[in-house]
């Protein structure tokens, strides 16, 4: 719109609601000398775009706005040097080091800044609000000294997000890792391979949680273990002294079968899950290797996805309580486990 006017000298463009200042608005206003943009809601504006190659402006109107930080990059070397007069008074200004690159051009060209100083008040921070900017004027060491904090914090918080990512990342990869570490300790120690028949000590390995360890020990262990079953137990049959990890590929590796016993509290068992893990591997390389005893109603809303795959695709016998249904129940689970 404005473009045409070549050998325009004057603008004035106040109460326009103005937020910013338009790209190229004076680009091509060769000849203007007054651009007077106050009483807007101008909070900032884009200095390369605005102001850049504009040398003909003597005065210049921002007063009444809403800007807070003026930049030193919004005001282009070559507009600086030729005002002649500058309005920034009743602005909301943020005394911060920010403006001292303004406090410098104030006190070096005092007589280019029109109201000032009882007009240039500063809004925040909070400490100096209402005082005059003319009251704030920190050295550059105290900048200096602020921007090394801010760097440092800066620095400091990339690193506490990038530690809290690395953890975030490494709990919900944890099985996988257990499982990577596993794998390299059957390649360093050399573990018997799962379908080595030599090898077998355990008719099962029993991945049970402490909850149901009771159970486990009362009723599970003395109704299988007849007739030459035997079954590997952690708290029993562990190797003390030896790493957990390494008791659990051993005991796995040297039994029949793997008998998870579900229960909800199972399914909150970092341990048991990793033992789960283990032995769908297991199960993989051989589908009668595994056998699920269902302690209790366990919805699959609740279970891993890995879990209520087995679930749908193996053996597994619930438990009940009852009198005639538990007869039943071992009369399975013995049947199951030769």
Known sequence: MLIPLKNLLNLTIRHCA??????NLIFRLPKLRYLDLSQNHIKTWKGNTAFQNVSSIEVLRLDMNYITVFKESLFPPDL??????????????????????LRKWIEEKSEKFKQYPEDYICSTPIELH?????????????????NELLIAFTVLSTIGIFVVMLVSLVYKGRWHIRHAIYLCHVRRKGYEGMDDVSNILYSGFVVYCEEDQEWVKEKFVKMVEINDRKLCIHHRDFDGGKLIID????????????????????????????????????FLKRADSLLIIMLET???????KSLHTLLTISTYIRWSGGLTEEEEFWKKVRKTIK
């Not at 366990?298 to 891993?304: F, K, L, N």
Request: hydrophobic fraction near 40%.
């Open 130 to 146: 209402g005082s005059l900017l003319k009251s704030y004027f920190p050295s550059d060491r105290e900048c200096e000294s602020i």
């Open 247 to 282: 008791n659990i590929a051993n005991g796995i590796a040297r039994s029949r079968k793997v008998i998870l016993i579900l229960s909800r509290a199972m399914i909150q068992s970092d341990w048991c899950l990793f033992e789960m893990r283990l032995a769908h591997k297991k």
């Open 80 to 101: 600086r040097r030729n005002l002649k007069s500058i309005y920034l008074a009743n602005n909301p200004f943020s005394c911060t080091c920010k403006l001292l690159w």
């Open 18 to 23: 103005l937020t910013t200042i338009p790209k």
């Open 298 to 304: 366990v919805s699959p809303d609740d279970m891993p």
